[in-house]
């Protein structure tokens, strides 16, 4: 078999993560931390793994410490939690894995669960003498729970379970606070002390299994909220760091030269790391101490451009780098429908955005029969296969958790991109439906060829007379969502609720050229009556696109073009004080349940 020309095997040696154990050889740069973990593992009740999203988190598991941990005889069990309403609670769930462990492959993990049914607890389950696990010492288990920042992106969200899911979500760190403590949990402590003899049954002595907990390090805040009842959250923590200008190295060039082949140089090899790492060929690769996770997705599109040449290379070479390596990500992104009919691509796209992630910027797991069910409903032809064509392409993740298949956004390096897209499309509608109004505006005054009756010009300046631009910092740093852009929507949704006539600005210079940003924003700000400045910080609203507007507003209220004009600005944690001059003297909101609504009589007044 012709290796270098067969696209099921040669995608594999430039396979993007996340890497599992069946494709562990592929698998390289992350020595080290394999190494790192395994030690703080095998030593400590728990572990926190946490880093950037996208630094290969789920790869270092999966690819690297559960095969080192097999082979030091110990049970890794990897979960991912299932945050869906009709989901078993938490703790169950984690009961359900560890029992499939425990009694191995073709085993009966339903008696197993049936026999702890006495033990409602994790700790239990470990510490009783004669119900416990089997070879407990000697292989002891590993409870992995892989993306732990779900526990706050989806189990605390607001709903209407939410009370039940965020009790749910209170157990399971009480009952891993007790495992981990090795602490009998508080209903034992109370039977312990009215008959002492019940503690008999029990080992108090250390126990070998092993927690390890990964998340996010953005969620850390919200997981030491836990401290004080689970201290080892803080004594053993490994924080993931993007790869050095060696490892990247090393996990671009190794994957391609597994079974005697060569798919790229040492040199092209640092090409794209350099590439990756936008940093100059002077620059020693020792010295580069941080390359983006986005390296793994330009060698994936690299070897598909090599594949797609004719003739075939045999290898990626300079000039295949110099000519694909630019916009790569939005390229793949945009691939990734383009082969859809021209009717659905639309709407397959603003499924994926508007369903798979959520107004906060994070991914969104859909149960597969939803998703064909709901794109069925909006007109999409085969959206079985539509799916499978998504997956294929890897925009998607298929994985299967409680008996129902999930899919996802395949890695979080494309969350920015898709809520930006997102974005853009929501404000080109809004723009479209501004310019349609203005254009019926424009048809009733030239009918009138000049002479329009009274009522029709009140009737026809209505749309105009309630034109409300909102003006805010939509994404961070990072291409996320700001708080700032939370509560833009909340104001938006208020005021067109009310039958107002709402502009939401939420393309950024950083997204579109100046010519584009500023010929949307002029447009709308000249057809605006009324500008509200959203500001969760002096910052964001001295940023150089927000002020423009606000800024251009209030010089237009000055001058004779806007005199009925009028500004108000909405704040949320932070002092009036702190506003820029101009907005000082306008009205001001501090954002609170009532806000919303006073801020509209002020706008009827």
């Not at 490994?238 to 030269?257: D, F, H, K, N, Y």
């Not at 798979?356 to 999409?380: C, K």
């Not at 990072?478 to 006539?501: Q, W």
Request: proline share 6%; aromatic share 8%; glycine share 6%.
């Amino acid at each position: 078999m012709d290796h270098y020309g067969t696209r099921s095997i040669t995608d594999q040696l430039l396979l993007r993560p996340p890497f599992t154990e069946e494709n562990q050889r592929y698998f390289f740069g992350r020595t080290a931390e394999v190494r790192d973990i395994f030690l703080r593992v095998r030593e400590n009740p728990l572990t926190v793994l946490c880093g950037q999203s996208g630094l290969g988190k789920t790869s270092l598991l999966r690819a690297g410490l559960i095969p080192k941990l097999r082979v030091e005889r110990f049970r890794p069990v990897h979960v991912r939690l299932d945050f869906t309403d009709y989901a078993v609670p938490l703790v169950d769930q984690i009961r359900a894995a560890l029992a499939a462990v425990c009694v191995g492959p073709g085993g009966d993990a339903a008696a197993v669960i049936e026999g702890w049914a006495p033990l409602p607890s994790l700790w239990e389950i470990c510490a009783h003498k004669t119900i416990r696990p089997l070879e407990l010492a000697d292989n002891p288990p590993v409870l992995i729970i892989d993306q732990f920042e779900e526990v706050f992106t989806l189990g605390e969200e607001w709903g209407p379970a939410s009370s039940a899911r965020r009790a749910d979500v209170v157990e399971l760190f009480t009952q891993i606070g007790d495992l981990v403590e090795n602490r009998a949990p508080a209903h034992l402590q109370t039977t312990f002390r009215h008959e002492p003899e019940r503690a008999l049954i029990y080992d108090f002595g250390p126990k070998t299994f092993r927690v390890v907990l990964s998340l996010r390090e953005d969620f850390l805040a919200q997981v030491e909220r836990w401290k004080d009842a689970i201290p080892s959250l803080t004594r053993n923590r490994i924080q993931l760091q993007l790869l050095s200008g060696p490892q990247a190295l090393e996990a671009v060039v190794r994957p391609g030269r597994i079974d005697g082949h060569n798919l790229l140089s040492d040199r092209v090899g640092e090409h794209i790391v350099r590439f990756v790492a936008q940093q100059p060929d002077d620059i020693p690769l020792e010295e580069i101490q941080a390359v983006p996770p986005l390296v793994s997705l330009v060698c994936e599109r690299l070897n598909t451009a090599r594949l797609e040449a004719k003739p075939l290379q045999d290898e990626i070479s300079d000039e295949l780098v110099k000519s694909q390596g630019t916009d790569i990500l939005q390229r793949f992104y945009d691939d990734s429908f383009a082969a859809f009919p021209e009717a659905q691509r639309e709407v397959v796209r603003e499924y994926v955005e508007d369903r798979m992630v959520t107004v906060g910027g994070h991914r969104n797991p859909v149960a597969r029969e939803d998703a064909i069910a709901e794109l069925a409903g909006q007109g999409v032809s085969e959206p079985d296969n539509v799916l499978n064509a998504l997956i294929a392409r890897r925009l998607l993740t298929a994985e299967r958790r409680g008996g129902i298949q999930r899919l996802e956004i395949t890695h979080d390096v494309l969350i920015p991109l898709i809520v930006r897209s997102r974005k853009e499309r929501q404000e080109r509608r809004h723009f479209e439906e501004a310019k349609r109004k203005q254009a019926e505006i424009e048809a009733l005054t030239a009918r009138g060829q000049g002479v329009v009756d009274e009522s029709e010009t009140v009737k026809s300046a209505e749309p105009i007379k309630n034109k409300i631009f909102v003006s805010f910092k939509s994404l961070d740093a990072n291409g996320l969502p700001t708080r700032d852009s939370e509560i833009a929507m909340e104001v938006y949704e208020f005021l067109t609720a009310k039958g107002l006539d709402v502009f939401l600005s939420t393309i950024t210079l950083e997204q579109l050229g100046v010519s584009d940003y500023t010929n949307a924003i002029d447009s709308a700000l000249d057809a605006a009556t009324v500008l509200v400045a959203i500001g969760t910080s002096v910052h964001h609203l001295n940023s150089k696109w927000v002020r423009y507007e606000w800024e251009s507003f209030a010089n237009d209220i000055r001058s004779p073009i806007k005199p009925n004009g009028r500004i108000f600005t909405y704040i949320e944690g932070m002092p009036q004080t702190a506003l820029p001059r101009t907005l000082r003297q306008t009205q001001t909101f501090v954002h609170s349940e009532r806000s919303l609504q006073r801020l509209f009589n002020f706008i009827n007044q």
